[in-house]
């Protein structure tokens, strides 16, 4: 499975909100300060990165997304195959040697004849 495209397609999405060509959107572009987004349109742009992505960006990750690198890096972590999740052990196989049985049986008692 490969990545789908993620900066084209965010910039895309940010072109087409601000009416302006994706091309001379810079990814270091913070949203608010550069390109004039308050907090209601920038709801509205990462509402449609989801839609986009079909993802869910919660709320306590919202801050950590100023710049339209911000935006591009997230998606595409999200997006990333997991790989902190360790594949679960294999099974052990059972060992063909067998083990020698060293617990001592009792011998049977010889009747003296007496």
């Known amino acids: 499975m490969t990545m789908p495209a993620v ?3 965010i910039l895309q999405a940010l072109g087409d909100y601000l009416k302006r060509d994706p091309m001379t959107i ?3 572009a913070v949203l ?3 390109l004039g987004l308050d907090s209601m349109a920038t709801i509205e742009l990462l509402y449609r990165v989801e839609e986009t992505f079909d993802l869910q960006i919660p709320d306590q990750d919202l801050p950590g997304l100023r ?3 911000d935006v591009v890096t997230y998606v595409e972590r999200r997006l990333a195959p997991a790989t902190s999740v360790a594949p679960p052990p294999a099974p ?3 060992s063909a040697t067998r083990v020698k049985d060293t617990t001592k049986k009792a ?3 010889k009747k003296s004849r007496g």
């Open 7 to 9: 900066q084209p397609r």
């Open 26 to 28: 810079p990814l270091d």
């Open 32 to 34: 608010r300060d550069d």
């Open 67 to 69: 710049s339209v690198r």
């Open 92 to 94: 052990r196989a059972k």
């Open 107 to 109: 011998k049977p008692v």
